[in-house]
C-alpha cells in the first residue's frame, strides 16, 4: 500500500464532503462543476449516483494532471423506488419528511475516481429506519436547520440525526456523503 496521500481534485461543492476528506488527511483543491443532473429514464434509479458521479468528474476532466485524481460524488434518498432530491422550498421538505416518516430508506452515495490511467467507480449503499416525526418536529427541524441543500430534507448530522433516527444499517459517512472507508481504501490503490 502507498504511504503517500495522492492530491484530490474535489468536484462537489458540499461543504460535508470538504471536511470528511480534510479529516481523512488528504491534501484537496474544489474544481467547480456544474452538470445537468438529469439521468437515462431507463436506467435503474439504485445506479443514478455513480451515473451522475461519473458526469461530475467528466466535467471537471481538464483540471486533471499526473500527480492528480478527480473525486466525484453524488447522493440520494430512496425509498419505493422514488428517489427524494434536495427539496425545492419549505413545503416540499414538509412533504419529504411526512413521507420518510416511520419508514426505512436507503441513501445511496455513488462515486467516481478519475485518473489520467484509471477510473474507479462505485456505489456504497445504507439503510435509515426513521422515527415517526410529529408536523411540529419537522416544522422545528426545517425552521431551525434549513435542509434545502440535503437529499432527502435531512442531515444526519443534526437534530435530526439525534432524535428521530432509530437505526442505521451500513455506513454512517456515507449517509453524510461521502462513504469514507471505502473511499479511502480506493484512493491508497490509485
Request: charged share 25%; with cysteine; hydrophobic share 40%.
Amino acid at each position: 500500500m502507498k504511504t503517500q496521500k495522492p492530491i484530490i481534485l474535489l468536484a462537489s461543492k458540499s461543504p460535508r464532503r470538504r471536511q470528511l476528506l480534510s479529516e481523512l488527511g488528504f491534501e484537496f483543491e474544489v474544481v467547480e462543476q456544474n452538470i445537468d443532473e438529469t439521468f437515462p429514464e431507463d436506467l435503474s434509479k439504485e445506479d443514478v449516483p455513480a451515473h451522475l458521479a461519473q458526469k461530475k468528474a467528466a466535467s471537471v476532466q481538464h483540471h486533471l494532471t499526473n500527480d492528480k485524481i478527480i473525486l466525484a460524488s453524488d447522493t440520494i434518498v430512496l425509498m419505493n423506488n422514488s428517489i427524494y432530491h434536495k427539496p425545492k422550498d419549505y413545503t416540499d421538505a414538509v412533504n419529504i419528511l411526512k413521507e420518510l416518516s416511520g419508514n426505512v430508506h436507503e441513501v445511496i452515495t455513488g462515486v467516481c475516481l478519475l485518473g489520467t490511467n484509471k477510473e474507479v467507480t462505485f456505489s456504497v449503499h445504507s439503510k435509515v429506519h426513521f422515527s415517526v416525526l410529529t408536523n411540529d418536529e419537522i416544522d422545528f427541524y426545517i425552521n431551525n436547520f434549513k435542509p434545502y441543500d440535503k437529499a432527502g430534507a435531512y442531515a444526519i448530522q443534526e437534530w435530526i440525526g439525534l432524535a428521530k433516527i432509530k437505526k442505521i444499517e451500513g455506513s454512517y459517512n456515507n449517509i453524510v456523503g461521502l462513504p469514507t472507508q471505502r473511499v479511502y481504501e480506493e484512493l491508497m490503490l490509485f
